[in-house]
C-alpha cells in the first residue's frame, strides 16, 4: 500500500550522464537497475512507474547508452543503466559506457540497492557474477530480479530461481530474497513497490 502512493507520485526524467563528473548532485536515495543488454531494465522502471515511454525500451540490446536518472517523488531516483554483455553498438562507444557503469557501481555514495536483473530463460551468466563481485567489492546491496516471467513454464522458473540462489550464496553482498516478475503482465511489480519503499524508511 505504502510502495502504491509512493508510485502514485508522478516520476520525472532528470538527466542522462555520460561521465561521472555528470551525476547529479548526490541529494536523496538512489535505486538501480542493471543488467544484461535487453534484459528489461528500461521496462521494468516504466511498469513501475506506471509509465509507457518514461525510459526507452526496445528489441536492441544496448538500447540504454547513458545512465539515466528519474525522480519518484521528492527523495528518491530511480537509475536505468546501460546493460553489459552484447550491445549492438560501437565497441569504444559500449567500452566507454561500460567504464562508466563500473565507476557509478563501485562510487555512488547514495546508491541504497542496485537491482541486478536476470532474464528467467537464461539465469545468472558468467557477467551477472562479474557485476555481483563488483558490488561484493563496493559493498553495494544488490538483490536479483528475474525477467520477463511471461516467457517460461512455471517449472523452468522454479529451476532457474535455483540456480540464481545458488549463485547468490557466492556473494556476500547478495540480499537472499529473488523477485519473480513480468513487466508486461505486471506480475511483482507491487512486491518490488513496497520493497523499494521499505528501502526508503532504512
Ligand atoms: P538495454 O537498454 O539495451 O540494456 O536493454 P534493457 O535491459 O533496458 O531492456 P528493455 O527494457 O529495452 O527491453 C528489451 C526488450 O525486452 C524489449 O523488446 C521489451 O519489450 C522486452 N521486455 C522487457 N520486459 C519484458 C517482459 O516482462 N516480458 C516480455 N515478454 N518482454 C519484455
Ligand atoms: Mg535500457
Redesign the pocket.
Known amino acids: 500500500e505504502a510502495g502504491r502512493l509512493l508510485f502514485a507520485r508522478e516520476s520525472l526524467f532528470v538527466k542522462g550522464v555520460v561521465a561521472m563528473s555528470g551525476l547529479p548532485p548526490a541529494d536523496r536515495i538512489e535505486i538501480c537497475?542493471s543488467?544484461?543488454?535487453?534484459?528489461?531494465?528500461?521496462?521494468?522502471?516504466?511498469?513501475l512507474t506506471g509509465t509507457k515511454g518514461l525510459?526507452?525500451?526496445?528489441?536492441?540490446?544496448?538500447?540504454?547508452?547513458e545512465i539515466n536518472f528519474f525522480t519518484q517523488g521528492p527523495d528518491l531516483y530511480l537509475v536505468?543503466?546501460?546493460?553489459?554483455g552484447y550491445?549492438?553498438a560501437p565497441l569504444p562507444v559500449v567500452e566507454k559506457w561500460q567504464r562508466l557503469l563500473k565507476q557509478y557501481l563501485s562510487g555512488r555514495q547514495t546508491l541504497r540497492r542496485a537491482f541486478v536483473?536476470i532474464d528467467a530463460r537464461h539465469g545468472a551468466k558468467p557477467v551477472d557474477e562479474e557485476i555481483m563481485t563488483r558490488l561484493d567489492s563496493s559493498a553495494v546491496t544488490f538483490q536479483c530480479v528475474l525477467?520477463?516471467?511471461?516467457?517460461i513454464k512455471a517449472a523452468d522458473l522454479d529451476k532457474v530461481v535455483e540456480q540464481v540462489r545458488g549463485v547468490l550464496t557466492k556473494h556476500p553482498a547478495a540480499y537472499p530474497e529473488i523477485v519473480v516478475?513480468?513487466?508486461?503482465?505486471g506480475?511483482g511489480i507491487a512486491t518490488l513497490r513496497a520493497i523499494i519503499y521499505g528501502l526508503m524508511q532504512e
Open positions: 537497475f543488467g544484461r543488454s535487453n534484459v528489461g531494465k528500461s521496462s521494468l522502471i516504466n511498469a525510459a526507452r525500451a526496445s528489441n536492441t540490446p544496448g538500447r540504454t547508452q536505468d543503466l546501460p546493460g553489459y550491445a549492438n536483473l525477467t520477463k516471467t511471461d516467457k516478475t513480468s513487466s508486461e503482465k506480475d
